[in-house]
């Protein structure tokens, strides 16, 4: 006899194709049983990936979670306008959706642990763990707990006859969820190295991006997307819908250096267009509609609401407190935001909105509304203090 039952997160590329005789041969489970959670990639990928687990494993699961995504995840995100380090997040935010859909199925399975693919350098070894170990399940991590290279699992794949979707001349690590695509490795390990055309897959370079601009308008209500030039539409629809378009524009592209939650510095490549439209647009709105203080405060929770997501810290209470701050800051970004689209870049034309306290009558300098000699007086006691410190340290 051996373990019992083990239950992969599955997504059908290398890491974790190997992890499913490896947990057999090597850690002697009995039964692996796969689980591949859609959260908006391409079809082929979930093809893929039930291909192969059912092949390979001995039992498969595909998980749509693509409204649970969207509703949980992207949509909070883009009211925290979601940023770290400068980037829309996208593979932190999916990650404990997959990770609770993988529990769920070991309760089902009666399963005696959980697995993942994850190499310990990276983020989503913790992202998993938390809430695998929340629900007190054993984890196992096969990459991590034996050390192994890329090239090392190249070889193991080919000997168990196991197609994998990378080779050593181009191993990219591909992640792809419904708001971003993440592309690293191989020689995208070097900072230096400038990355070939042939990594993007959903935006054009700019340099051959359209001539012609294109104009979109955004609708927002509690600071949520409802609708594109009018039209309105389900969250995932509009998300696809966007992120086709700015594609198409060069929109939505970042190669930058990032700080992993480890501390290990890390080139990333990331393409997340229709991120880039709506979060412009989202964080253009609240500054028409928040008040001085609310929108000063709101971007130290925004920063640590992208904090705790990027770290997968979804249970820390803290959270909690900071969705309920946010969301009733977003009772008032209701309105319309309109951008240009044109070669890499968004702008935004104008913004309306039924709940924004702006007014031309007192913001105009033709008008006499509020009479300026009142600032006067203002101006006597603004600095004061600084100015009798300077006072005091020139005698």
């Known amino acids: 006899m051996g373990k019992g039952t083990v239950v992969l997160a599955y997504s059908g590329g290398l890491d974790t194709s190997i992890c499913i005789p490896l947990l057999k041969e090597e850690y002697g489970y009995d039964r692996v049983v796969t689980v591949a959670a859609d959260v908006g990639q391409r079809k082929e990928e979930i093809t893929v990936a039930e291909e192969k687990g059912n092949k390979f494993a001995d039992r498969h699961y595909t998980v749509d979670l693509i409204d649970q995504f969207v509703d949980r995840c992207l949509m909070p995100s883009i009211k925290a306008n979601g940023l770290y380090e400068g980037y829309p997040m996208g593979t932190s935010l999916a990650r404990p959706v997959i990770a609770e859909a993988v529990v769920e199925i070991a309760k089902k399975e009666k399963a005696t642990a959980v697995a993942h693919g994850c190499t310990g350098k990276g983020n989503d070894q913790l992202r998993f763990d938390v809430v695998f170990r929340a629900a007190g399940l054993e984890v196992i991590a096969p990459i991590r707990e034996r050390n192994m290279t890329r090239e090392w699992e190249i070889g193991y794949a080919a000997e168990h006859g196991i197609p994998v979707p990378v080779d050593k001349e181009k191993p990219w690590s591909v992640d792809e969820n419904l708001w971003s695509r993440s592309i690293e490795g191989g020689r995208l390990e070097d900072p230096a190295f400038h990355p070939p055309e042939e990594i993007y897959a959903w935006t054009v370079s700019p340099l051959k991006a359209p001539d012609e601009p294109e104009i979109l308008t955004i609708t927002f209500e509690a600071g949520i997307p409802v609708a594109l030039d009018g039209k309105r539409m389900k969250g995932a629809d509009l998300i696809r819908t966007v992120g086709q378009i700015a594609g198409r524009h060069g929109i939505g592209r970042n190669d930058m250096m990032e700080n992993r ?124 203090q600084a100015r009798m410190v300077r006072k005091k340290l020139n005698k």
């Not at 080139?267 to 439209?277: D, L």
């Not at 920063?303 to 810290?313: D, H, P, R, V």
């Not at 709940?355 to 009142?374: G, H, K, L, N, R």
Request: net charge negative; charged share 20%; aromatic share 12%.
């Open 261 to 384: 939650v480890l501390g290990i510095k890390a080139r990333e490549i990331y393409e997340h267009p229709a991120a880039n439209v709506l979060l412009t647009a989202h964080a253009d709105l609240e500054r028409l509609v928040l008040t001085r203080e609310e929108y000063a405060f709101k971007q130290s929770v925004d920063a640590k609401w992208a904090q705790l997501a990027y770290y997968g810290l979804i249970y820390e209470p803290l959270w909690d407190a900071l969705n309920a701050f946010i969301d009733t800051t977003q009772k008032r970004v209701n309105g319309t935001v309109d951008l240009r689209l044109y070669k890499g870049s968004v702008t935004v034309l104008g913004r309306s909105s039924p709940d924004s306290f702006y007014s031309i009558d007192v913001a105009s300098f033709d008008s006499t509304t509020i009479d300026q000699t009142d600032a006067i007086g203002y101006s006597m006691y603004y600095g004061l």
